[in-house]
C-alpha cells in the first residue's frame, strides 16, 4: 500500500516504515525475530535473575507480539497460533523448563495473558479510550451506542453491532470493538479511568484464558 510523502512549506515528513507493514505478512516477519531474542536471551538466561529475564522477554518478544495486533482480532487460528508459539517459548526460557514443558501453567505464572486474549484486550482498551475521549475522532465516529428502547439508569452502554456478510468484514474496527466491547463484564464498563478500566480488563481476560486452572 503507498502512503503518501506530505510537504508542509518547506518540511518534508515521510511516512515511517512501520506505517507500511501493518499486514499479516509483516507479523510473520517479526516472527522470526521473536525467534532470533528468544535465542538471544536463552543464551544468557544463566546470568539472569527470574526477574530479570521476564523484563527482557516483555521488552524484546511480548513487544513485538503486541504491535499492532488489534489488527489480528478475528484473524485463522494458525495466524494466532503462529505468536502464542512464539510466547510460550519466551515463557518456557524465562521460568528454565524444559522446551515441552505445557505453556498454559507458565503463562499463567508469568501473568501473561495468551495472545488472542492480548488482542482482546488491545481492541478493548483502544474501544475505551475512543469511548472516553472521542479521540481519534475518526474511530469515534464509526463506533456508535446501542440505542434502548428505555431509559434505563441500571442499563449498561453497549455498542451497535454492525451487519456483515463476510469474516474478513467482521475483523474490522467497526465490527470487532463491538464484539469485544459487548462481551465485557459490567464491572469494568463501568470503570471511572483508564487504570480502572485495564485493572478490571486484565483480571476478566485473565480469568476467562485460565479458568481450567483455577477450578483445580
Not at 464509526?142 to 467482521?170: M, V, W, Y
Request: aromatic share 8%; hydrophobic share 40%; proline share 6%.
Amino acid at each position: 500500500m503507498q502512503m503518501a510523502t506530505l510537504h508542509l512549506k518547506q518540511v518534508c515528513v515521510e511516512p515511517p516504515p512501520s506505517a507500511l507493514n501493518v499486514t499479516l505478512p509483516a507479523f510473520a516477519a517479526e516472527q522470526s525475530s521473536n525467534y532470533k531474542y528468544a535465542q538471544a536471551i536463552r543464551h544468557i538466561r544463566h546470568l539472569l535473575t527470574t526477574e530479570l529475564a521476564k523484563t527482557l522477554a516483555c521488552s524484546l518478544i511480548l513487544s513485538r507480539i503486541d504491535y499492532c495486533n488489534a489488527a489480528l482480532h478475528g484473524a485463522p487460528s494458525y495466524s494466532i497460533k503462529k505468536l502464542q508459539l512464539v510466547q510460550n517459548n519466551a515463557a518456557r526460557i524465562v521460568l528454565e523448563v524444559p522446551r515441552r514443558s505445557h505453556a498454559s501453567p507458565l503463562l499463567r505464572t508469568l501473568q501473561w495473558l495468551p495472545v488472542r486474549q492480548r488482542i482482546d484486550y488491545k481492541v478493548a482498551l483502544l474501544t475505551f479510550k475512543v469511548r472516553s475521549t472521542s479521540t481519534p475522532s475518526y474511530l469515534r465516529l464509526i463506533i456508535r451506542d446501542r440505542e434502548h428502547g428505555r431509559n434505563l439508569r441500571s442499563t449498561t452502554t453497549a455498542l451497535c453491532q454492525p451487519f456483515t456478510t463476510t469474516t474478513f468484514a467482521k475483523r474490522a474496527f467497526p465490527c470487532s470493538a463491538p464484539a469485544v466491547w459487548n462481551s465485557l463484564p459490567k464491572t469494568a464498563l463501568n470503570s471511572d479511568s483508564v487504570a480502572a478500566f485495564k485493572s478490571r480488563l486484565k483480571t476478566f481476560l485473565f480469568s476467562q484464558a485460565f479458568s481450567s486452572f483455577s477450578a483445580h
